[in-house]
């Protein structure tokens, strides 16, 4: 197929398709290279189309997340985002199909109805609502089908067929096999075709050795296999509920109608590219702190021609006219720079003596922090807790009732969770995942493995209404199991907290949830305390915190927060706590659509009706109490039609549960409250949250107000209104800026890290900031400390565990040309990836992604690629550097460091007399003959692979595959 890549672009942006570096949603393109993704509005996917010069080459879906292909297509169609007709009103999506499609109207009464409500609602947008009758004009011509759930007359339509068929709803068996057997054998008696579906071939295969064993007969399909009707058939797949249709002689059967549960598989998968980027991420601007140079201005990716070889090289201004060129695979000798609050670093001159002082200060003040560290360490070491049995029959059982697919992340962590307490060790670990990522069901399996081995679990929440929230969803959880769950908290009454705490004395509560009253170990006795579970600890004050320390003595702690504090981050990026990460969102999760706005009535009266209009509710935060019927007077003046209820912390309690649980069913369309809504009641129906005076919250609290929305499939929104008469601080602009920029799913990570640039890292053990964080940044601080921890524990012989990274210094040209990659933050992406790699098995996949990515690599980049390979095995052999000369190669080893005598043995049979010793170095020279210099890389990597005992005809097949 021509057609030329200029055109194409050209037809998408007059299609109303937005441009961008990379695709992240419905309806953008981006071009690289030969290369354009688009994501079309009527796609389930979008589409990769690869050119060769004005040729389409190929077409590839592609996933939204990984960035990587999934299969060839023949063809894809590219609907208009905004098109209109000749009179210049806006075209009927139908329209597009010019009569060769297919259109299902879905219960088309309702969809009429809907049409009149909607205009009888607003008849303002009467002029931008089609109606049914031109619906059915635009579908004329197409193969038209009707399905209701009932018989009726279609307005407006005469269908030349009708289709009646019922289906009921599948007996739910609850694990009863002598049930279903019975069942089985009846339906079989009768001819009819049955379908059992099961969630993986492992399913499959157990299911088929039960019914045998209950002889029933069984065979395992493909999916595409036609149903046979003298046995069971069993095949992979899933569906939500199983039915029985008699007269088509068909019985579908799911797995959680015969045991009660089905695991539904998550559609999106985290990758590596999709994996939080940690705050050493630098874009241009940004000051950087490198390990020998100190701090400068990072100003972006330049190629540099060198003894005429181009290299990329990263670009970093010092003090007065000072530049450093940083080769990229030496990127990790780089750090951003995180200082003190609004503080601008002074940059350091290159060579100077002002950076060796600096480190040399920040050395000394982290010694009295590191003796403290010491000293939390031993205590954890001596400390001897209780260690849980490994999991068994039941905890797999429990498991095996949650009704989702796990992610990677959330069986990660979970496994480095029941790791922690089955060593006698008292656990201290960090949970960080975002809202709705999964974290209370992780923290729901420790509390069950506890239980399960007669301790009892504490779970402390900051607030009544998430303290009630976590008691529905514990209880929901552990229905069908033996732990007990109870809570204490305001919702009740002082008889049944009193008959709550004397069960919990007596042992017969498993699992207390509350707030800090359970904190108050003279009220609230504990028979036998296991685990103790803080969700949120950042909303505690410092003396709840040094409660929860007393609490916490001895047994198992796990934390749970979606943003954690800079501190407690601090102190687990030190090591002092151990730190999981839940990064992977939701399946069908957008991300919530975030806008920073001066305070405009129009502006939030606009969105608050758009919300009530698709049939959603409305957060209004207002954090001044004694202000805030006047704004609920001024919120019902400017969107008059709107039933608004106020909720804030000075309320009585059952008043304020009353007006929560009122608007969770849908009673009031705006909850004007204070900032009691930050870990309020999940609803799902309110997708719009306006946060007045937002530059008077921390970072934290608006992440975790923007978090209260976007938890279902709906699109939502946030808004931040700051006073348009108000100058931002510096610190409040920064806040809301990051807002913005981290709208992204996944962000709270991310969030906080941005939350320590911006308000410093702080003392480690204390609240004050520390002023010698600025002079070197938080992760040169960090580093310092590290080491300053390992001098005590080891004493003055501190043995280095890691060796230097191999440099390699040869005449190629190996780097990312701007024709391949133009874009300066991916370039960063990849030579950090590549720069990461320490397996070539790992490097092969990385060349896959980017064929996927940004098509064929051009001759520099596989170089690159082939260089990475070289310094993978040259830290196998142990070598400090790699470097080319004229006529010669030099090999370094590093200090103490000797070749095995089998390498040698090698090396002299291949090499002979072009191989000698370095004189009073710990090396060998290799004479370089010119057929060798030709392609230096190929000579080096067999060299190697020589070396470690690999068969080098690899290196012939592996030039091949690249394409040498």
Known sequence: MSLTGRKLLGQLVQLGYEHADEVERVGQFSARGGIVDIYAINAQSPVRIEFFDDTVDSLR?????????????????????????????????????????????????????????????????????????????????????????????????????????????????????????????????????????????????????????????????????????????????????????????????????????????????????????????????????????????????????????????????????????????????????????????????????????????????????????????????????????????????????????????????????????????????????????????????????????????????????????????????????????????????????????????????????????????????????????????????????????????????????????????????????????????????????TYVVENNDTIIANAIKREIKRGGQVYFVYNRVDTIDRMRDHLQQIVPEARIQTAHGQMPEALLERVMMDFYEGAYDILLATSIVENGLDVANANTIIVYNADHFGLSQLYQMRGRVGRSHHMAFAYFVYQADKILTETAEKRLQAMKEFAELGAGFKIAMRDLEIRGAGNLLGSQQHGHIASVGFEMYCKLLEEAVEKLQNGEKTVETVLPDPIIDLQVEAYIDGGYISDAMHKIEIYQRIAAVRKNEELHNLLDELIDRFGDPTKPVLRLLEVARIKNYARTLGLKSITELPKVLDIYLQPGKKLPVKAMLALDRTFGRSMKPLPKQNGYRFMLADHYKKNITNFVTRLLMIAVGEDPAKVARQEKKVGK
């Open 61 to 593: 879906d592609f996933d939204l997340t990984t960035k990587r292909s999934i299969r060839n297509v023949s063809t894809t169609t590219v609907l208009p985002l905004a098109q209109t007709d000749k009179a210049g009103r806006p075209e009927l999506f139908l329209t597009y199909l010019e009569g060769n499609g297919v259109v299902l109207f879905d219960e088309p009464m309702r969809i009429r109805e809907q049409i009149k409500t909607m205009i009888k609602e607003n008849p303002d947008i009467r002029s931008k609502v089609f109606s049914w009758e031109d619906m059915l004009a635009a579908a004329s011509g197409n193969r038209v089908f009707y399905s209701a759930l009932m018989l009726q007359q279609v307005h407006g339509a005469e269908p030349s067929h009708t289709i009646s068929f019922t289906a009921t709803n599948m007996t739910p068996f609850q694990r009863q096999m002598d049930l279903f057997e019975n069942e089985a054998n009846r339906w079989l008696g009768q001819r009819q075709r049955i379908l059992i579906l099961l969630g993986d071939r492992e399913k499959a295969e157990s299911m088929r050795e039960l019914l045998a064993r209950h002889r029933v007969p069984a065979v395992i399909e493909q999916p595409d296999a036609e149903l046979r009707d003298d046995c069971v058939n069993i095949q992979q797949g899933t569906l939500l509920a199983g039915f029985e249709m008699a007269s088509a002689r068909l019985v579908v059967v799911t797995e959680k109608d015969i045991f009660g549960r089905q695991k539904r598989r998550a559609v999106r998968v985290a990758s590596q590219g999709d994996k939080l980027a940690h705050f050493r991420d630098i874009k241009p601007g940004d000051y950087v702190v490198h390990v020998n140079h100190g701090i400068g201005k990072y100003l972006g990716v330049e190629t540099l021609s060198v003894g005429g070889i181009h290299k990329d090289y990263l670009h970093i201004k010092y003090g007065g006219d000072d530049k450093l060129f940083v080769p990229t695979d030496q990127v990790g000798l780089l750090q951003k720079y995180i200082g003190s609050e609004g503080e601008t670093p002074r940059l350091h001159r290159m060579g100077g003596t002002e950076w060796v002082k600096a480190k040399a200060r920040a050395k000394k003040s982290v010694e009295d922090i590191a003796k403290k560290l010491i000293e939390i360490y031993a205590k954890r070491r001596q400390a001897r807790g209780f260690a849980f049995s490994p999991d068994d029959s039941t905890q797999h059982e429990f498991e095996d009732a949650f009704p989702y697919q796990e992610t990677d992340d959330q069986l990660r962590a979970i496994g480095e969770i029941k790791a922690d307490m089955e060593k006698e060790k008292p656990m201290e670990r960090l949970l960080c995942g975002d809202v709705g990522f999964g974290k209370t069901e992780v923290a729901i399996r420790a509390a069950y493995k506890a239980a399960m081995d007669g301790k009892q679990v504490a779970v402390l929440v900051p607030t009544t209404v998430l303290a009630q929230q976590h008691f529905q969803t514990f209880t929901a959880r552990f229905m069908n199991f033996a732990p007990t769950v109870d809570v204490i908290c305001r919702f009740r009454t002082a008889k049944e907290q009193k008959a709550t705490i004397e069960r919990v004395k007596e042992g017969q509560v498993d699992i207390l949830i509350g707030t800090h009253a359970i904190l108050n170990q003279k009220k609230v006795q504990f028979k036998n305390l296991g685990l103790l579970i803080v969700d949120e600890e950042q909303r505690f004050g410092v003396k709840q915190k040094d409660k929860i320390r007393s609490l916490a003595a001895g047994i198992d702690v796990l934390t749970l927060s979606a943003t954690p504090i800079p501190r407690t981050l601090h102190m687990s990026l030190v090591g002092a706590r151990d730190m999981s990460i839940i990064e992977t969102p939701p399946a069908e999760r957008f991300p919530v659509q």
